[in-house]
């Protein structure tokens, strides 16, 4: 299998998983993506294995009910997809995602999530100032 071929099974698997995870409510597709060892980690330096982190989205479903997801990019290399989201609860703030997922053998090992609401970006573009 080429890097190119590679590339794209990752990619469609993760949107794929994601998108059934939106709307449906399903968390078993992205369940079955993620490594035994999987490790999810977050800006504040705290990471979680694979049950709690799926024990943290299947917590949120209830209150993530009818959030519109924007896909704005998504682009793979070197075994690394990273998925650049707009997300707004009904009634509710618009915040950025962007989750990078490290692949190895066709499951995602690693994911490192960036959540920044935008609202708060413009203050945030000047944060060597603080």
Known sequence: MTT???STDAVTALT????????????????????????????????????????AVRGSLERIDGMEVEVKHVLAADGHVMMHTRRRLPGGPEITVVDICRFEDGMIAEVWEIIEPAAEAAAHLSWWDA
């Open 4 to 6: 190119q071929s590679t």
């Open 16 to 55: 794929t998983a994601f998108a059934g995870l939106v709307a449906t409510g399903d968390t078993g597709p992205v369940e079955q993506l993620l490594a035994p060892d999987f490790r999810h980690h977050r800006p504040d330096a705290t990471s979680s294995t694979k049950e709690q982190w799926l024990d």
